[in-house]
T-cell receptor, first 115, second 112 residues
Framework: NAGVMQNPRHLVRRRGQEARLRCSPM?????VYWYRQLPEEGLKFMVYLQKENIIDESGMPKERFSAEFPKEGPSILRIQQVVRGDSAAYFCASSPPGRGESPLHFGNGTRLTVT | RKEVEQDPGPFNVPEGATVAFNCTYSNSASQSFFWYRQDCRKEPKLLMSVYSSGNEDGRFTAQLNRASQYISLLIRDSKLSDSATYLCVVSRYGGSQGNLIFGKGTKLSVKP
């Protein structure tokens, strides 16, 4: 019973390139959440998705960032034209369907380094 | 006032000590509360949910005071393996629904 799977674990991009981060939720989970953790900072909510729907993107920067969770395949967090300030750990989490107070199960993260 | 504020760390304690972490939150609409633990360069992992009546899980006890918007975590008989950063987590909206507010964390170091 695999947990939340993220890849790649480490990603290095030069300024101006694109970064694509992938997240496969736990089996049976249809809700995906992306969080970002800057060095020495707490985790910050970015976006909450269900299959083919963005439910809450209140934490997403207005430009260069986008997220999707297609009907088939993993959720993708895409960062265009990366800048040094995008260097961070990006964590994905999932939860089962339905409302409730389910805690989140996080993947082991993608560490993005922008050079 | 920050949305979630935690004790500044680090806490350096000997094995066997009892240590308490405090946390305050600003959003009175929050309904879900958790403590997560995060090891260095790893993902956060749920330690325990926090309920109004208080709850205990082995050496760990969590308390919630809604009137004061205050959450605590008590660790008894500290082990070396308890060394980690402890994150106070609060839901932004009524239920959890994934939009959680994380504190910056309090670092605990348990020494032999």
């Amino acid at each position: 019973n695999a947990g939340v799977m993220q890849n790649p674990r480490h990603l290095v991009r030069r300024r101006g390139q694109e970064a694509r981060l992938r997240c496969s939720p736990m089996k049976g989970h249809s809700h995906v959440y992306w969080y970002r953790q800057l060095p020495e900072e707490g985790l910050k909510f970015m976006v909450y998705l269900q299959k083919e729907n963005i439910i809450d993107e209140s934490g997403m920067p207005k430009e260069r960032f986008s997220a999707e969770f297609p009907k088939e395949g993993p959720s993708i967090l895409r960062i265009q034209q990366v800048v040094r300030g995008d260097s961070a750990a990006y964590f994905c989490a999932s939860s089962p369907p339905g409302r409730g107070e389910s805690p989140l199960h996080f993947g082991n993260g993608t560490r993005l380094t922008v050079t | 006032r920050k949305e979630v504020e935690q004790d500044p760390g680090p806490f350096n304690v000997p094995e066997g000590a009892t240590v308490a972490f405090n946390c305050t939150y600003s959003n009175s609409a929050s309904q879900s509360f958790f403590w997560y633990r995060q090891d260095c360069r790893k993902e956060p992992k749920l330690l325990m949910s926090v309920y109004s009546s208080g709850n205990e899980d082995g050496r760990f006890t969590a308390q919630l005071n809604r009137a004061s918007q205050y959450i605590s975590l008590l660790i008894r008989d500290s082990k070396l393996s308890d060394s980690a950063t402890y994150l106070c987590v609060v839901s932004r909206y009524g239920g959890s629904q994934g939009n959680l507010i994380f504190g910056k964390g309090t670092k605990l170091s348990v020494k032999p």
